[in-house]
């Protein structure tokens, strides 16, 4: 039988058997909606999570290079493993009333990197004229300036770092975007204009080497490579020969992230197995059936030649065919189901939805594959089949007598339960199909039901609100511990709200602290002798080598010693957090005891004082 002929049967098969096929494509309809939901979901949740991630990075370039001079940043251009760049020009931050728990950054910045940072103007466009500025409506709200292009805006700061003195200047709003609330810094971006002329004939590699920042070049870049960014900046350094310019690599790309991200897909893959798995059955079983009920088709074709390969090939046709209907339509439902399951699904400010191609390619492939499993045994049932076999064949496995003699006489319900049993393995194959669809939906379900919010919040915060001197939060200023903004009658009127369950509070105190011999030794050890590094990393801060060799050579440090009372004690002291030690409540509250914090990067834990240990004495 040639090619031409079984084209021919396949189109006149799916023609004859139309309530089957609609049947059929139903099946494949629902298979490959429920393959593109798990897509679309899986897709979107992947970049939500790296889009939560670069928002609060702040940006989503691979590299920072800074504090260069313009020669620097052009230089750094060239390295054929940079593939593009955004290049700003940093001013100073922002040091007016209105924005000291906000850091403002006042710089210039090309549209690439204003791209990268998040923040290019919906609304307006980026400074063209030389005092036109460019905010997000978090700096205009906390200004009290209201959303409109054309108002006067004045911003002030330090043009030298270590003075008081402020610099203003009056700027025209020409565009602005919405605030990104994840990050802690906002961009004000100024004209290149406003940026020439302010450090015209300025000594930029001068000002850098005293530790200021304005008129200094950023450099965002993207590589080629994202794999090893470390790496990959080390490298462009060196092959330009500047091996001692700063970078920053953004931590958004860490692998480590990628695995959290990654682990956050198991669920979906296993829902995509059940998916696979119920699809499979659902699908054999109607061509199982077809097989059955053609089977006699089968046999004549067997009687005129036709042989089992050629069989194969035309059942196969016809579930392409089917597949032509089944997976288009399919992929529109369950990109649209996608759609809207992931604004429910996925806990964001600004929920994605994925238009990858991957999404429909992935989820057409997965049901065509399906398909082509589900209807491979049948096909090869109905090819071995022989025309005497044909004739006689039933489906019916049940063995044992014809009839059978019962009192209570027959029914529907025993008549079709004993139905059921003609062929127990289609049966159980029909009520697996049946069950892995209810199990789908409930693991589903039990996923978006089983975020526990109050327990991702516990270990993100520790309250629901908090309270806050102004200088804590204060960008342009140290912390005061004597700040005044927390009155006692503030802290009374808030104790007095309805609704409070319970409060807790941190107080602050400027100390001297004793050093001990001992304690001396380990901050020496840990700082100099264990790791040289550890000291000649600071070097680039000269206030913190002098503080550094001022307490050894006194004995003493100046430090912030911290109450606390409330609920604070018992939660900082949760097993989670405990390096070393036990906390008794009654020794705490006697006051004779301290918890003492430290840090434990990678198992390498900076000096601190020992569990039982005497402490240094505080002199306040």
């Not at 605030?179 to 450090?199: E, H, I, P």
């Not at 520790?462 to 511990?481: C, R």
Request: charged fraction near 20%; charge should be neutral; hydrophobic fraction near 40%.
């Amino acid at each position: 039988m040639n090619v031409k002929m079984l084209k021919t049967l396949a189109k006149a098969s799916y023609r004859a058997n139309r309530g089957r096929n609609l049947v059929t494509i139903l099946a494949i309809v629902l298979t490959t909606v429920m393959f593109t939901s798990l897509f679309v979901l899986s897709e979107s949740m992947m970049e939500n999570i790296r889009q939560m991630n670069f928002r609060q990075a702040g940006t989503y370039d691979h590299i920072s290079f800074k504090y260069l001079t313009g020669d620097q940043a052009d230089l750094i251009k060239t390295h054929p493993e940079i593939t593009s760049w955004g290049e700003s020009i940093v001013i100073g931050i922002a040091e007016d009333e209105g924005l000291k728990n906000r850091q403002v950054e006042i710089r210039y910045a090309d549209d690439a990197y204003a791209t990268y940072s998040y923040a290019i103007p919906t609304t307006g466009t980026m400074p063209a004229g030389e005092y036109d500025i460019a905010l997000d409506t978090a700096i205009l709200d906390v200004m009290g300036l209201p959303h409109e292009l054309g108002q006067k805006v004045t911003l002030h700061w330090r043009d030298d770092l270590y003075s008081e003195a402020l610099t203003g200047q009056e700027f025209v709003l020409c565009g602005y975007w919405e605030g990104n609330a994840s990050s802690l810094a906002s961009m004000a971006f100024v004209s290149r204009q406003f940026t020439a002329d302010k450090y015209a004939g300025a000594d930029i590699a001068g000002r850098i080497a005293q530790n200021q920042v304005g008129g200094t070049h950023m450099l965002s870049v993207m590589v080629k490579d994202a794999s090893n960014l470390e790496e990959a900046a080390q490298q462009i350094l060196s092959d330009l020969n500047v091996p001692d310019l700063p970078y920053g690599i953004n931590w958004a790309y860490d692998p480590q992230l990628r695995f959290t991200g990654l682990s956050e897909l198991i669920p979906m893959l296993l829902g995509m197995i059940l998916v696979f798995v119920s699809g499979y059955l659902i699908i054999y079983n109607i061509f199982q059936i077809s097989v059955v009920n053609d089977i006699q088709f089968y046999g004549k074709l067997k009687t005129l030649g036709t042989t089992g390969k050629q069989i194969r090939k035309l059942l196969y046709a016809q579930a392409g065919r089917l597949c032509l209907w089944g997976i288009p339509i399919g992929l529109l439902l369950g990109y649209g189901l996608g759609s809207l399951l992931v604004p429910v699904l996925i806990l964001s400010e600004r929920p994605f939805v994925s238009t990858s191609p991957l999404i429909f390619l992935g989820a057409a492939v997965f049901a065509w594959v399906t398909v082509r499993i589900s209807c491979r045994k049948p096909a090869k049932a109905a090819g071995k089949i022989s025309p005497v076999e044909a004739m006689n064949y039933s489906d019916a496995l049940v063995h044992g007598p014809e009839t059978r003699k019962t009192k209570k006489g027959a029914s529907l319900f025993r008549m079709a339960l004993s139905n059921l049993g003609r062929n127990k393995k289609r049966t159980a194959t029909v009520i697996c199909s049946l069950t892995l669809g209810m199990v789908l939906l409930c693991c589903i379900f039990a996923k978006n039901k089983s975020f526990d919010l109050d327990k991702y919040m516990r270990s993100q915060a520790i309250s629901d609100f908090t309270v806050e001197d102004l200088s804590l939060g204060a960008m342009s200023a140290a912390f005061n511990p004597y700040g005044l903004t927390l009155s006692k009658q503030l802290i009374g009127q808030i104790g007095k709200l309805n609704g409070l369950q319970d409060t807790a509070a941190l107080y602050a105190q400027k100390a001297d602290l004793a050093l001990t011999p001992d304690v001396l030794d380990r901050i020496e050890s840990y700082f100099e002798r264990e790791n040289k590094y550890r000291y000649e990393a600071m070097e680039y801060d000269p206030y913190w080598i002098e503080s550094y060799n001022d307490a050894k050579k006194q004995k003493k440090v100046k430090a912030i010693v911290f109450g606390i009372d409330g609920f604070l004690p018992e939660m900082l002291t949760e097993d989670a957090y405990v390096l070393e030690g036990t906390f008794d409540a009654e020794k705490f509250r006697s006051g004779d005891y301290v918890i003492a914090g430290g840090y434990d990067t990678e198992g390498k834990k900076e000096p601190q004082p020992i569990p039982g240990q005497q402490l240094m004495q505080i002199f306040l």
